[in-house]
């Protein structure tokens, strides 16, 4: 690790985001300093960092805080150019379609993952699961035509959108069990299901995930706290 | 590409704010593109089609055929793909001040996306996109402080983003029933200092013709 540089993730242990960061740091084989937070009491140093969102992840890079993890990674990637390999492809117009894709799994298949699990309807949560297929085999798409055959997203090697999507992976794992659904299943997504399994095993990526029957517990504890009103003085 | 037009072609929507965000910055670093006005509100075109066809949507700007989608995307790409062009919106060897920058280019789509629920929507919903926008527009002004640019000295990456919104602001103090002025009187000079940039003048279209398409959209959604 470079000298002098400090770096401290303020996180929680079952969100996707802070495990892109996670995945990142591990790639790219540096240290950091992790803080877990407590979300329903939160710390007065993640306030202070992130003010505007005030949401996990924060990277405090030598006492200086950024926040949102799509932002997060290119700042690493950047910061520590000359450390292990990088997120983003050199050439300009393939580091477009990397943000492309990045912000496609944001902006559009995240959303519609949520909904399909946590919509407060029947008819919500069918629609959400609607949507999910759509994205799912939109990214599949992807991988088959910018991947072009290559293990990865980023090629040869994990890259950028192979970290923004691993990020969701505990939760994918963790789908079947408490939902009954495979949001990358081998028969409608065949490419998308073996980038996971190969993705998984990659020795910066396996010691990092969580642990899927806690994220299960979890999400089972999510769900009934969405189904039942909420105690008197209970914070959000 | 075989057969692809050389050059820069940006396909776009005139009165869309992410489009003006292209055409300033390209008019900033004087890159020469053509401009191709999108139909959005009737059948969209095989090229627009073809060149976006996840999300249909402009704006797509095509660097020899070939479509860059998404606005901050697009931003980044003329940052990246034409590297001597001046100026250059982001900080340059400075890691977490571009960080800072995409950060705040990425919230200032919120001043959109909360507008848009003020006029679409009524009762509690619009009560609490007034809230938001209100506390949105705290943020920024907070942000800029006495600063004459996001981008400190200069106008950079976060003005880019930000002053295309603008023009639609007198329509969200109506419709939020607040004053920009009022709740956030250094964006309001900001939004002023801006307008006075050619690259800003040139794409602007005036607040009641942006106003007049809130209501063309109104219509469309069958909202009163």
Redo the contacts between chains.
């Keep these: 690790m470079a000298g002098g540089d400090d770096l401290k993730l303020l996180g929680m242990w079952a969100s996707p985001f802070v495990l892109r960061v996670k995945l990142a740091l591990s790639l790219k084989g540096l240290s950091y300093e992790y803080v877990e937070e407590d979300l329903r009491d939160k710390s007065e140093l993640l306030v202070k960092s992130n003010p505007v969102h005030k949401k996990v992840p924060v990277l405090i890079h030598n006492g200086k805080p950024v926040s949102e993890s799509l932002i997060i990674l290119q700042c690493i990637d950047e910061a520590f150019a000359g450390t292990g390999p990088s997120l983003l492809p050199a050439d300009p117009y393939e580091r477009a379609i990397a943000r492309f894709w990045a912000a496609y799994i944001d902006d559009k298949m995240l959303p519609a993952l949520n909904q399909s699990a946590m919509g407060k309807t029947e008819e919500e949560r069918a629609e959400g699961k609607q949507q999910s297929l759509v994205t799912v085999e939109t990214l599949e798409g992807a991988l088959r035509d910018c991947g072009k055959g290559k293990p990865f997203f980023g090629g040869d090697s994990a890259g950028y959108v192979d970290v923004v999507l691993g990020g969701l992976l505990g939760w994918v794992r963790a789908s079947d069990e408490l939902h009954g659904v495979k949001p990358f299943d081998p028969e409608r997504t065949p490419l998308l299901a073996a980038w996971s399994e190969r993705f998984g095993a990659l020795e910066a990526v396996e010691p990092v995930m969580p642990d899927v029957s806690r994220l299960v517990e979890f999400g089972k504890m999510l769900k009934a706290r969405l189904a039942a009103p909420p105690a008197a003085g209970a914070s959000n | 590409m075989a057969g692809a037009k050389k050059g820069l072609v940006l396909l776009d929507f005139w009165v869309s704010p992410f489009g003006q965000r292209c055409r300033i910055a390209l008019a900033e670093k004087g890159i020469p593109y053509e401009y191709s006005e999108q139909e959005l509100l009737g059948a969209k075109s095989d090229l627009l089609l073809r060149s976006n066809p996840?999300h249909k949507k402009i704006p797509v700007l095509l660097?020899d055929g070939?479509p860059?989608?998404?606005s901050?995307?697009?931003l980044?790409?003329l940052e990246?793909?034409f590297p001597d062009a001046s100026p250059k919106l982001l900080p340059a060897d400075d890691?977490?001040a571009?960080?800072?920058a995409?950060?705040w280019a990425?919230?200032s789509d919120k001043v959109y996306e909360v507008g848009t629920r003020l006029w679409k929507l009524k009762g509690e919903p619009q009560a609490q996109a007034r809230a938001e926008i209100v506390q949105v527009l705290r943020?920024l002004d907070g942000e800029l402080g006495e600063r004459s640019f996001f981008g400190g000295e200069a106008f950079g990456f976060v003005d880019v983003a930000l002053v295309p919104f603008v023009p639609w602001l007198p329509s969200y103090e109506r419709y939020g029933e607040f004053s920009v002025e009022g709740i956030a009187p250094r964006l309001a000079a900001w939004a002023r200092r801006c307008a006075e940039r050619d690259s800003v003048a040139k794409s602007f279209h005036p607040p009641e013709k942006v106003d007049e398409f809130i209501n063309l959209l109104k219509k469309t959604y069958g909202i009163e």
């Design positions: 996840v660097h070939r860059v989608c998404e901050l995307v697009i980044n790409y990246e793909a890691a977490y571009r960080a800072q995409r950060f990425a919230y943020n």
